[in-house]
């Protein structure tokens, strides 16, 4: 019997590494599980990967020797379809773009005034050219222009000088390979010990007041 029991000692330790080996391997390859892709026979001959649940995938085509811009259709049934853009309409589309293009920039922002200031660096980017440059994760506007206003106000500089500044910081900080972020780099100037600090402070304090429903001092005056 006492074979017996050292001979099952080691099989039950097998049994639960090999339990415990599963079950950590579980999680692990549901992490790498790769989104399934489905290669589809397009209708011009084409084959076009249709990644996850995606029924449609849209191409911009420039041709920049014939100044000409098209827009590709794919469907997951095989079916496309090519729209040219007429030259007579290009001005409107080319507005269309730009507008919803800048106006994106301000999803999931709330304060106006960080509203602009979203709208002023996507239209720098533009006008340098950088239509694919995209906001990253921490790369938001909220809570940027009152840093802004403090900075202005400490350093005496123009609020253009300020933002030139800071996107400065912002592209040398990834041309070195960092990690920078747009929330990170703003949220240095609110240390509280600081003097933007402070004075963000007092221009949030100024602003939550004006965005008072009512009076509180002269609630306070009718109680007593």
């Excluded at 989104?35 to 995938?57: H, I």
């Excluded at 007579?88 to 293009?101: E, P, T």
């Excluded at 301000?106 to 200031?117: C, E, P």
């Excluded at 239509?131 to 938001?140: C, I, K, P, Q």
Aim: hydrophobic share 40%; no cysteine.
């Amino acid at each position: 019997m006492a074979q017996a029991n050292t001979a099952a000692k080691p099989a039950a330790e097998t049994k639960a590494a090999a339990q415990t080996a599963t079950a950590t391997a579980a999680p692990a390859a549901a992490a790498t599980a790769k989104t399934p892709v489905e290669v589809v026979k397009m209708t011009d001959g084409r084959t076009v990967e249709f990644a996850g649940k995606r029924k449609l995938l849209k191409e911009v085509i420039i041709d920049t020797e014939k100044k000409t811009v098209s827009v590709r259709f794919d469907f997951r049934n095989g079916e496309t379809r090519t729209f040219a853009v007429p030259s007579v309409l290009a001005l409107d589309f080319a507005g269309h773009g730009a507008s919803q293009k800048i106006g994106d920039e301000t999803a999931g922002v709330d304060d106006v005034d960080d509203m602009v200031v979203a709208v002023d660096t996507i239209i720098d980017r533009l006008q340098k050219g950088e239509w694919s440059a995209e906001r990253a994760a921490g790369d938001g506007f909220s809570g940027a222009s009152v840093v802004i206003k403090a900075i202005v106000e400490v350093s005496g500089k123009t609020v253009e000088e300020v933002k030139k500044f800071l996107q400065d910081k912002l592209d040398a900080d990834k041309a070195a390979g960092g990690k920078l972020t747009r929330n990170a780099l703003y949220a240095s100037f609110r240390n509280p010990t600081s003097k933007t600090g402070q004075v963000i402070e007092r221009l949030e304090r100024e602003k939550k007041s004006k965005n008072n429903a009512v009076d509180a001092d002269a609630l306070m005056k009718e109680l007593k």
